[in-house]
Every structure is written in structure tokens, then in C-alpha cells.
């Protein structure tokens, strides 16, 4: 496994992203998929999980409702969209996928580098 995530930006508050996960080696399709998040001086947090079919997720209370992860198994890739997005969803956005095939909170093993995601008021 070896995720990449993509999708990160500038946005106002208020704005919506979507971002991507892919697995360059095509190998996460029976895995559990995670999305975390790190904002300066601030412990990662579980932002948002899928099973490997998609057909469990599961959100941190802070986001649900505004953010939905999917995935496209075809395309081999995880999504997250972002919507309704505040200012503090400024952070680091990371996938990653954990070696369970059901949505799990921790225990995640591969990671991919991260990106951006800035909102501004």
C-alpha cells in the first residue's frame, strides 16, 4: 500500500473541498480507510473512516454532518468531502488505511504524506 492525498487548498469559511486518497500500488481496495487531520501545535485526530466496501463509515462528532468520505473502488480511491468547512478544519489532512476490512478508529499502518487544507475567514 502506498496512499497519496491530494485535494487540499485555500477556501473561505463556509466553501467546500474534496479531497482524494489513492493507493499508487492499487492494493487498499480490501482495507479500511482513514482520514485524520493535524493542526499546529495539536495532537492527530480521527476526522473520518470507511469500511472496504464503503459500506460503513463512521465521523468524529465535529465534522458529522458536514464532511462525507466514500470510495471508489474501481478508481481505487477514497474521497472526503468537505463541506460547510469552519476555521477550525485548518490542518494537515492524512489518509490512512489499516489492515482491517472493517471501519476502525485506530490502528492504522500506512499513511500517505498529507495536504493542506487552509480556511480563512
Known amino acids: 500500500v502506498q496512499l497519496q492525498a491530494s485535494g487540499g487548498g485555500l477556501v473561505q469559511a463556509g466553501g467546500s473541498l474534496r479531497l482524494s486518497c489513492t493507493d499508487s500500488?492499487?492494493?487498499?481496495?480490501?482495507?479500511?480507510v482513514g482520514w485524520f487531520r493535524q493542526a499546529p501545535g495539536q495532537e492527530r485526530e480521527f476526522v473520518a473512516a470507511i469500511s472496504w466496501n464503503g459500506g460503513n463509515t463512521d465521523y468524529a462528532d465535529s465534522v458529522k454532518g458536514r464532511f462525507t468520505i466514500s470510495r471508489d473502488r474501481a478508481k481505487n480511491t477514497v474521497y472526503l468531502q468537505m463541506n460547510n468547512l469552519k476555521l477550525d478544519d485548518t490542518a494537515v489532512y492524512y489518509c490512512?488505511?489499516?489492515?482491517?476490512?472493517?471501519?476502525?478508529?485506530?490502528?492504522?499502518?500506512?499513511w500517505g504524506q498529507g495536504t493542506q487544507v487552509t480556511v480563512s475567514s
Open positions: 490512512a488505511a489499516g489492515l482491517r476490512s472493517a471501519v476502525q478508529r485506530d490502528g492504522y499502518i500506512y
Open positions: 500500488k492499487r492494493t487498499f481496495s480490501n482495507n479500511a
